[in-house]
């Protein structure tokens, strides 16, 4: 099925578009259904199909923009039923994920490449960056910046904790701008400064 982006723009669906995001999703990447969805999805068509047939009125873009809209909502519901029933393939996912984020800092790419992003993971994991998101999201309740993030003040616990290195050294290896935001960042999510947190005394958490 195919649909004019003027219905889209003139339309409510329009506001949380975006939120489909399996749009972007590679073919092989595509929705499985079981018959009982098979079925749902072509009562949804029909409906469609029938309202096109009906003749035009002031009603018709409303109705079949509404009709999409239901089609698309069971879509996103399909595919979270999709990734519960892959949890273990995700599963897989998810530590190759992991262990790529850590390989990357450990081999110092901050200085030369920045940040590992989310295009970074996908391409090396064979996923579009779309549905390597939407994978990332469903198994840990978080956004692959979000990880990265908590990953890097973990990281610098550890450099803390086990190097004589100073603070503005361990920001600018993990890729902080400066080592006022470091500390700032450190302070907010560790509830220590860098400082306090290097205590001989305090363990790792």
């Not at 003027?6 to 339309?11: E, K, Q, R, V």
């Not at 990447?29 to 047939?53: A, M, Q």
């Not at 993030?149 to 503005?168: F, M, P």
Request: hydrophobic share 30%.
């Amino acid at each position: 099925m195919s649909f004019h982006a003027d219905l889209i723009n003139t339309s409510a669906i329009k506001k949380h578009f975006n939120d489909y995001s399996f749009f972007n999703y590679r073919q092989n990447e595509s929705l499985h259904i079981s018959l009982r969805e098979k079925k749902i999805l072509t009562t949804r068509f029909e409906d469609i199909s029938d309202e096109l047939n009906w003749g035009i009125d002031k009603y018709t873009n409303i109705l079949i923009s509404g009709k999409i809209e239901l089609l698309l909502n069971y879509c996103k519901r399909f595919y979270t039923r999709q990734f519960i029933t892959r949890s273990e393939v995700n599963r897989c996912i998810i530590q190759k994920t992991k262990r790529l984020i850590d390989e990357y800092f450990f081999m110092n790419k901050i200085s030369e490449k920045g940040l590992p992003t989310s295009d970074y993971c996908s391409n090396n994991l064979n996923l579009s960056s779309a549905y390597f998101e939407d994978l990332f999201n469903h198994e840990t309740g978080m956004s692959i910046a979000e990880y990265i993030q908590l990953r890097r003040v973990h990281l610098a616990k550890e450099r803390l904790c086990n190097t004589n290195k100073t603070v503005s050294c361990i920001a600018r290896e993990l890729g902080y701008p400066s080592q006022q935001y470091f500390c700032k960042l450190f302070k907010k999510l560790s509830g220590y400064t860098p400082d306090e947190y290097r205590n001989p005394c305090r363990t790792i958490s």
